[in-house]
């Protein structure tokens, strides 16, 4: 009897295993959205999800079939859909593999730093990178791209978007932009090869001022290096002040921003990082500076990211004037993470806050004086056409020695 029993109950247990063990079995579609779905269970800033049970939609996902790689992208793209969060996206090993290139190195394009817009979901230009084809074409931030070669960009990502623009250097790509108080227009582009030198340094000499003048259009990897090389050989020419030109500067990487912010500080408060727990982490200087010298920052609505990361530094520890317009406004922080078939994903994963703990995502930063500017040409910037670059050597004129003063 007790034998009977015994078989019997092995008899059950071998078929719940066999049972369990296939339904248990994920196809590799399956196993892809299973590990998109626990990064973003696991980093996502926001733990209530956008206020849903994101069980539920990991539930949903896997429920639908999935024949193939495109099916189980498609899967992904809508759970990171229901986080109504831009900057948390999917990408494609192609995408993937763009976004992991060097950012000190060279791209072919149109030379545009995008974005989309978190009230309306439009395409919006956080600023046209220098010298590029988009910037000679006369595209500026905040202009809304509704169209790519005639491809509505309403139900775009991001990274779809960027693959249209990108292309051979002498091909040409059509925008059609919209702008605040103007009329629809179609540019066209021909792409090229983006440099992407991110100092730009001279002497200029005011009356009895010599002026080290520093443009920074991005924060890639050699920002810091070329950054504190500016510095140290406008020092060796005399210079006795700075004006930093952070315009149209859409960011880049977090580390960037925060080492140069370094070279500018003593011992202070960088910014501050807020995880999903509620939890402060903080990045700070720890001097000495380069140098003390006063120093004025140009911003404008194209300054963004590890960009307002720097001003507001250096604004909070009184270490600068801000001169220009309110800035975009990105206080998130993405991470890149990679999938199993070499696709990935960009998920936002922190926010930061200036050193008064301001949090400026969706509002900016306000400079210490607002001087708005028609736009200009590249030609035109850091000249006498250059209002707010004029403005800077006003202040630099009235006020050199309270100029990064610390309280």
Do not use: C
């Amino acid at each position: 009897m007790i034998r009977g029993i015994l078989s019997l109950i092995m008899a059950f247990w071998l078929a719940f295993s066999s049972f369990s063990s296939t339904a248990v079995a994920l196809t590799d579609e399956q196993k892809l959205v299973s590990q998109a779905w626990r990064i973003v269970n696991r980093t996502y800033l926001d733990d209530t999800f956008n206020h849903q049970n994101w069980a539920q939609v990991r539930q949903k996902a896997l429920s639908t079939p999935l024949k193939d790689s495109s099916s189980a992208y498609e899967a992904i793209q809508n759970m990171l859909k229901t986080l109504d969060d831009p900057f948390t996206r999917f990408l494609d090993p192609e995408q993937y593999r763009s976004l992991q290139v060097n950012t000190s190195g060279e791209l072919t394009g149109v030379g545009l730093q995008i974005a989309l817009d978190s009230k309306t979901g439009e395409l919006q230009v956080v600023a046209p990178i220098a010298g590029s084809p988009a910037e000679k074409a006369g595209i500026q931030p905040r202009d809304r791209i509704t169209e790519i070669e005639g491809t509505p960009t309403k139900n775009l990502t991001l990274d779809q978007a960027a693959s249209l623009m990108r292309g051979r250097i002498g091909t040409t790509v059509s925008l059609t932009i919209e702008r605040d108080g103007a009329s629809t227009q179609s540019v066209l582009i021909v792409r090229d090869r983006i440099t992407l030198n991110p100092v730009i340094a001279k002497l200029e000499k005011e009356k009895e001022n010599n002026i080290g003048y520093i443009r920074l259009t991005q924060f890639n990897a050699n920002a810091p290096i070329e950054l504190a090389r500016a510095i140290n050989e406008l020092e060796n020419k005399g210079a006795d002040s700075y004006v930093l030109d952070l315009r149209n500067n859409p960011g880049g990487l977090l580390q960037a921003g925060i080492e140069v912010a370094r070279l500018w500080l003593d011992s202070n408060v960088v910014v501050y990082t807020v995880n999903r727990q509620g939890i402060q982490g903080s990045f700070e200087s720890f001097g000495p500076a380069l140098t003390q010298d006063p120093l004025v920052i140009l911003v404008n609505q194209g300054t963004a990211s590890a960009s307002e990361i720097l001003a507001g530094a250096l604004q909070d520890n009184h270490r600068a004037t801000l001169v220009g317009e309110r800035t975009f406004g990105k206080g998130l922080i993405q991470s890149l993470f990679e999938l199993s078939d070499g696709s990935g994903l960009a998920v936002t994963i922190a926010k930061y806050e200036t050193p008064s703990h301001r949090d400026i995502n969706k509002l900016g930063i306000n400079p210490d004086k607002i001087i708005t500017s028609e736009p200009i040409k590249l030609e035109e910037v850091a000249t006498s056409s250059d209002t707010q670059y004029q403005a800077a050597l006003k202040i630099l004129a009235e006020n050199r020695e309270q100029l990064g003063v610390r309280s």
